[in-house]
């Protein structure tokens, strides 16, 4: 309606508003006709420069060849350089869905897969619970769309079980979730004589095919799984299909299915050219990088480039996008299940697509909402990132016949393409850049023999297009300076992405002759199974097959033999016909020779920067940990009504403070379960300890659920002011749910193990130190007596226990022990009175106290029969449900301002204020309270986003800045 507007307001546009709405408005011959322009001026200066240095005929013809593709090359990355610096993003228009999914946009989010074990089935059952947990809605449903790997035979002996376990995994999440939330759908093997093997139909294409179908009633599917509530398939409207080893993070799906259901963005399907013309079928989110796989390999990390620091909260430019309003699909995001179905229904014969993102997405038209991410991981060897490039180039050769005025359909006749300009030119440009590599070889090899001109220039222009990335992003930094910032401070902070551009462009250098060799081998493939053979057309090696293989030197050298004959084969080349120019060439020849040992450093894991602790540190840390827990053990008392007061300070008169806060409270609960770890205390002392304490916590007054920031342990009362505190509240919520699931796992824990004999020996050496400050005593018959017996008793505690029955003989042998040394102690004290040594040899007399107690623990559970553990079992379960109450019973929203998208300090109930001071930065002591509200769903995760993420040049790296650098902001 603006142009309406315009017209009757007689509104004149400006000229640069002009060119702007030309361009807009013929998209195809500014972008496409920019760049052939571009390409034709550069080709022909280089043909000029060839005939100035005496280029013959075939020479000028040969230049023309060999830096077609180059140049072509440079200025795609040119142009799409300015044009998505010169054009604002142009974000797709949503719905909220503040009140949820409506039932009329019911979504599915499928994960295409193959089952080739059990472990694999678990593997892919997590990963889908874990998909839920963050985008919980009514009406968004998760499946499971499988294969079995592919076999020489219908079915294999494994598969029974296989099927088995994953029809449990979807069973136990709908048990746990409620129903109607999670599917299995598997389809059986069938025959493919072009493969020469059983497999899934289509692969990965089939399944979404057949999926589709199954959807709309079809009952001739290949699924010979279908588990789950089927009576809410029909009315599924859109699907989102993610690979296996992508992320779905917090509300993503909502997000997607807001936007897809827009009306201006849902699609129009033209049935007379049989594709969406207006709308989109499909939108595809951005995808970004696994924080952990970008940080598995040097190869990871310098390809990935920066993960973890940026928010994804804004939309970035794709010239695409932008400029013809259709973006590039890459298979994983949402499509409309009807439009889809319609543009892409009888398109291609069988077996002849192995590729099909980019297909789909021309007939189904793809729209980018680079607002809205995916995360995926990165592969952490060049081998396994080649293996993919080989497959894309091998699919996007097998669509090259869509270039073509007639097309193929799923009979194999032949039918009038109607795909738009702008589809056909994005598969043109995907085989262009499958051809760069080679082409890139070929003008190096040129240059350094035949043609014409300095050899220097032609290298050069190679050069050129492997450093645009380090270039381009010196180019940015440099005009990335904001004003009033220093140069020494901005140059510091922009030198790492200078850096790892630098290294892509190197390390891509290095690589080059193999990846010419891929490419070759892909493209030359493709052509012979297309043209000739027909067969082999879906050959296909899932991603987590890829990055399961061993990479030792001999299997990497094997798999890029080729890389280092290139460069000898080069070498030879160019001194036999050029030896002048062979010096130019060795750098470049040398680092091909190297690429199997650079592919092979590169794509070894990260080495683990942290030091091993040795037995002695260990053991001196755990003493530590004794002590600590000493402070909790003696504190907990009725007095205090089961609350450990906040400290103890031996130098003032009122030597407890008999206050606590939620975070004291947090953590009390916290190390009662240490103290289990560590061995203190057995699974009943954990409950007997924390039953009252929850007894305490469910009598407090609260304020909405959050307890008051400090309570008087001896009344209960709250302190005045009473106040609710952000940081409080959040972490005891944090620390309630790591409470409640240790109480839950302590039903899968043995009556006694190990852990029972640490706990015992850290308060043996404890007593062993107390002695040391007692040499007097200790150096006397009876003081060496009890060294020994000491030093025996270590040893029995050191000891590896593994049969049940052999516990009770072990812990017989430490209570005799322990009667032995107790005499020996006795003996001990009056000789020690008269050293003044009577403090140390009671301290140690306290400690053998301390084992003795931790025994009767133990012979206690041994005790225990089974209806004893059950009920042990039924009181922590009920533990753990108070825990759960009590973080569901808080409500974070009155604490947070929904204007400023952070957490004030806190609330004053007192007052009936909240306090005018926020959190807002990332390394904040609040930063666990903005994860678990999120994680609750009280606050919308843009919140996460709106956190300072001020970042300082520290080292080679970049550090995180926070308000004091305290422990809590970080940890």
Not at 69 to 76: F, Q, R, S, T
Not at 675 to 695: C, I, M, Q
Not at 773 to 780: H, I
Request: some cysteine; aromatic content about 8%; hydrophobic content about 45%.
């Amino acid at each position: 309606g603006r142009f309406q507007l315009e017209a009757r307001v007689r509104y004149s546009p400006t000229v640069r508003e002009r060119i702007a709405r030309f361009t807009f408005k013929h998209p195809a011959l500014g972008y496409l006709g920019t760049i052939a322009v571009l390409t034709a001026l550069a080709v022909a200066s280089f043909l000029t420069y060839a005939a100035r240095h005496g280029g013959s005929g075939a020479e000028l013809w040969l230049v023309g060849l060999v830096v077609l593709l180059p140049v072509a090359e440079l200025v795609v990355s040119i142009v799409q350089l300015v044009a998505t610096g010169q054009i604002p993003p142009r974000p797709l228009p949503k719905l909220a869905l503040r009140e949820g999914v409506p039932p009329a946009h019911r979504t599915i989010v499928v994960v295409p897969a193959i089952f080739d074990s059990a472990a694999r089935v678990t593997t892919l059952v997590d990963d889908l619970e874990v998909r839920f947990l963050g985008n919980r809605d009514e009406n968004l449903h998760f499946a499971l769309l499988t294969d079995f790997a592919d076999s020489v035979d219908p079915s294999r002996p494994e598969d029974a079980d296989i099927l088995s376990h994953a029809r449990a995994g979807v069973d136990a999440l709908n048990d746990r979730y409620g129903a109607q939330r999670f599917f299995l759908f598997h389809r059986e093997r069938r025959w493919n004589a072009s493969e020469g093997r059983w497999m899934g139909w289509e692969r990965k294409r089939g399944k979404l095919v057949e999926f589709n179908r199954l959807l709309r009633g079809a009952t001739d599917t290949g699924f010979i799984v279908a588990h789950g509530d089927l009576s809410v398939l029909p009315s599924v409207r859109f699907v989102i299909t993610l690979d296996s080893d992508t992320q779905l993070p917090m509300e993503a799906a909502a997000r997607l299915i807001g936007t897809l259901a827009h009306p201006l963005n849902m699609p129009r399907f033209d049935p007379a050219v049989g594709r969406v013309t207006e709308g989109y079928g499909v939108l595809q989110p951005g995808v970004g990088v696994n924080l952990v796989s970008a940080n598995a390999s040097v190869f990871a990390k310098v390809f990935s480039g920066h993960v973890g620091v940026d928010p994804y909260t804004t939309a970035v430019s794709d010239v695409y996008q932008d400029l013809f309003h259709e973006g590039s699909y890459v298979g994983k995001g949402i499509y409309h299940v009807d439009a889809f179905e319609a543009a892409l229904a009888s398109r291609v014969p069988e077996n002849t697509l192995l590729s099909h993102d980019l297909f789909e997405g021309s007939y189904a038209r793809a729209g980018l909402c680079t607002d809205i991410h995916l995360v995926d991981d990165y592969p952490a060897h060049y081998l396994a990132f080649a293996a993919r490039q080989h497959r894309w180039a091998r699919g996007d050769w097998q669509i090259a016949r869509w270039l073509w005025r007639t097309v193929p359909d799923a009979s194999g006749r032949s039918v009038r393409n109607t795909l738009p300009v702008i589809a056909r030119w994005k598969i043109l440009d995907n085989l262009r850049r499958s051809l760069l590599a080679p082409s890139l070889v070929g003008l190096l090899l040129a240059g350094w023999t035949v043609l014409p001109g300095s050899a220097l220039m032609w290298t050069m222009l190679a050069l050129l297009i492997l450093a645009f990335p380090a270039y381009a992003q010196l180019g940015r930094s440099l005009f990335a300076r904001v004003r009033g910032v220093p140069l020494g401070l901005h140059v510091a902070a922009e030198r790492d992405n200078v850096i790892t551009s630098a290294r892509q462009s190197l390390l891509w250098a290095s690589l080059l002759a193999h990846q010419a060799w891929i490419m070759s081998d892909a493209i030359a493939r493709t052509l012979w199974r297309v043209l000739v053979t027909r067969r082999h057309m879906l050959e296909w090696v899932s991603a987590d097959r890829l990055a399961g293989l061993k990479r030792t030197p001999g299997i990497v050298l094997r798999s890029m033999w080729a890389a280092p004959v290139m460069a000898i084969a080069a070498a030879v080349l160019v001194g036999i016909v050029s030896p002048a120019r062979l010096p130019l060439a060795l750098p470049l020849l040398a680092l091909w020779l190297i690429s199997p040992g650079i592919a092979y450093a590169t794509g070894r894991p990260m080495a683990d920067g942290r030091q091993a602790i040795g037995d002695a540190e260990r053991a001196r840390l755990r003493k530590i940990a004794r002590r600590t827990w000493l402070f909790f053990e003696e504190l907990f008392a009725p007095a205090d009504h089961w609350l450990v007061p906040d400290n103890v300070q031996e130098d003032r008169e009122d030597v407890v403070a008999h206050r606590t806060s939620p975070t004291n409270i947090g953590l009390q609960l916290l190390s009662t379960l240490a103290a289990y770890d560590f061995g203190y205390l057995s699974a009943s002392g954990v409950v007997d300890r924390l039953e009252p304490t929850f007894a305490t916590l469910m009598s407090l007054p609260r304020y909405r659920g959050h307890f008051y920031n400090w309570y008087d342990t001896r009344t209960l009362s709250p302190l005045i002011p009473t106040y609710v505190s952000s940081v409080d509240s959040g972490n005891l919520a944090g620390y309630l749910m790591a409470v409640k699931l240790g109480l839950l796992q302590l039903a899968d824990e043995p009556l006694i193990d190990g852990r029972a004999l640490d706990g015992m020996r850290d308060a043996v050496r404890l007593c062993d130190g107390c002695l040391a400050n007692a040499p007097k005593s200790t150096g006397s018959a009876p003081g060496r007596a009890l060294k020994r017996e000491i030093a025996e008793l270590c040893g029995t505690l050191e000891q590896h226990v593994e049969a049940p029955d052999a516990w009770p003989e072990i812990l017989g042998r430490i209570e005799d022990q322990l009667e032995t040394i107790g005499v020996l102690v006795h003996e001990l004290e009056d000789s020690a009175a008269a050293a003044g040594e009577a403090q140390p040899i009671g301290e140690a007399a306290f400690w053998l106290d301390r084992v003795g107690i931790a025994l009767a623990q133990r012979r206690a559970d041994l005790g225990r029969t089974d209806a004893d553990s059950a009920e042990l079992i039924d009181r922590a379960a009920r533990l753990a449900g108070l825990a759960d109450d009590l973080v569901e019973e808080m409500e974070f929203g009155f604490l947070f301002s929904r204007q400023r998208q952070h957490f004030s300090i806190g609330y004053n109930v007192t007052d009936g204020r909240l306090d005018a001071s926020y959190y807002d930065t990332l390394a904040s002591e609040a930063r666990l309270t903005s994860f678990v509200a999120i994680a609750t769903g009280q606050i919308p995760h843009e919140h996460w986003f709106k956190l300072g993420r001020s970042l300082t040049p520290t080292g080679g790296a970049r550090a995180l800045l926070s308000w004091s650098a305290s422990m809590f902001e970080y940890f």
